[in-house]
C-alpha cells in the first residue's frame, strides 16, 4: 500500500503545492482523500485521476478540501463510456453539498448531453454520509470512519485504510481527540495536517491565530502519533507556509514528541505503508 500526497498545501495558494489530497493507492484501487485544488493534475502525474477512483472520502467540508471535487465528477462521468458512478463519503452534510456541486454544474451538464450522441446518462454520484464504524469494504481493504475535533465546524472524521495487515490514518483538519487516537493505534503512515503555533503567535494576525483553536500544531500531531505507536507521521497542509531553508524546523518540533520516521509533504511525495520500528 502506498501513500501518495496529491497536494500538500493549504487554504493560502502556493505555485508549489495543490490543495489538500491524498492517494491511498491499495488492492482494490486507488482511494481519494479529500479533493483540493490543483489535486487532479497532481493525479494525473501518477497516472491516476477521477476514472481510476474506486471512492473518494471527504474529512469536512471546509472549502480547500473540496475546491476539486466538482472536476472529479465532470472528469469522471465526461470521460467514461459506460455509466461509472462515483461514490463519495463525507460528514453529515455531504449529501447536500453533493447535490448543490452536481446543480452548480448544470449547465455544463446540458452542454454535453446536448453535444455527445453516446453520452445518454447524467453523472452518477452516490453521496453517503458517514460517522463511525466500516464504510468501505472490497476484498482486503477495510475503511473505517471515526469523529475528529475540528470545531466549530462540524461535524468532521478521520479515516483508516486496512490492506493486507498495513494500515495508513488520513487525519484532515483537527485537534487531538478520541476519535483520532481510536483510528491511529498501531498505524504503518498517519497523514496529518498541522500548523507552526510559535509563527502563527509571532505573526500576530487575527484571522491567523484564529487557526489555531481548531488545528493541531506540529508537537499536537507528533504526540498523537507517538501515542498510538504510529510508524511514519507525515506532515501536511502546512500553515504557515514551509519557508525555503526551514525545513528541518517541522522535523525537529515533530522529532521531540515522536521517535519514528517523520515526513514533511511535498507534492507527490510517495510513503509506502510498511513498519517502521523505534
Same mark, same amino acid.
Given at each position: ?49 477521477? /476514472? ?7 474529512? =469536512?467540508?471546509?472549502?480547500? =478540501? ?34 448543490? /456541486? $452536481? ?28 460517522? #463511525? ?10 475503511? /473505517? ?5 475540528? &470545531? ?27 476519535? @483520532? ?26 484571522? @491567523?491565530?484564529?487557526?489555531? #483553536? ?11 502519533? *507517538?501515542?498510538?505507536?504510529v510508524g511514519t507521521l507525515v506532515l501536511t497542509h502546512m500553515v504557515p507556509p514551509v519557508q525555503?531553508?526551514?525545513?528541518? *524546523? ?5 522529532? &521531540? ?6 515526513? @514533511?509533504? $511535498?507534492? @507527490?511525495?510517495?510513503? *509506502? ?6
Open positions: 500500500m502506498q501513500v501518495v500526497i496529491l497536494g500538500s498545501g493549504s487554504p493560502i495558494p502556493a505555485p508549489d503545492r495543490a490543495g489538500p489530497a491524498t492517494l491511498v493507492r491499495t488492492s482494490a484501487g486507488d482511494l481519494l482523500f479529500d479533493a483540493g485544488r490543483g489535486m487532479s493534475m497532481r493525479a494525473a502525474a501518477v497516472l491516476s485521476g477521477p /476514472t481510476a477512483f474506486q471512492a473518494v472520502f471527504l474529512t =469536512h467540508l471546509h472549502s480547500d =478540501h473540496v475546491t476539486d471535487l466538482n472536476d472529479v465528477i465532470t472528469t469522471r462521468w465526461a470521460m467514461s463510456f459506460t455509466p461509472n458512478p462515483l461514490h463519495v463519503f463525507g460528514p453529515t452534510g455531504t449529501e447536500s453539498f453533493v447535490a448543490a /456541486t $452536481e446543480s452548480m454544474l448544470e449547465t455544463d451538464i446540458g452542454y454535453r448531453l446536448a453535444h455527445h450522441e453516446d453520452l445518454t446518462w447524467r453523472p452518477g454520484t452516490v453521496a453517503t454520509e458517514v460517522t #463511525d464504524g466500516t464504510v468501505f469494504d472490497r476484498g482486503d481493504v477495510r475503511v /473505517t470512519v471515526a469523529p475528529t475535533d475540528h &470545531a466549530p465546524v462540524h461535524p468532521t472524521v478521520g479515516y483508516r485504510v486496512d490492506d493486507g495487515g498495513r494500515s495508513v490514518v488520513i487525519a484532515g483538519d483537527t485537534v487531538p481527540c478520541a476519535g @483520532l487516537d481510536r483510528l491511529c493505534v498501531g498505524a504503518d503512515v498517519l497523514v496529518h495536517t498541522v500548523v507552526r503555533r510559535d509563527q502563527i503567535e509571532a505573526l500576530a494576525v487575527p484571522r @491567523l491565530l484564529d487557526v489555531l #483553536d481548531y488545528h493541531s500544531a506540529v508537537a499536537d500531531a507528533a504526540r498523537t502519533a *507517538e501515542r498510538a505507536g525555503p531553508g526551514s525545513e528541518q *524546523e517541522w522535523i525537529d518540533l515533530a522529532r &521531540a514528541e515522536f521517535a519514528g520516521s517523520i515526513v @514533511l509533504a $511535498e507534492d @507527490l511525495a510517495t510513503v *509506502e505503508a510498511a513498519p517502521v520500528l523505534h
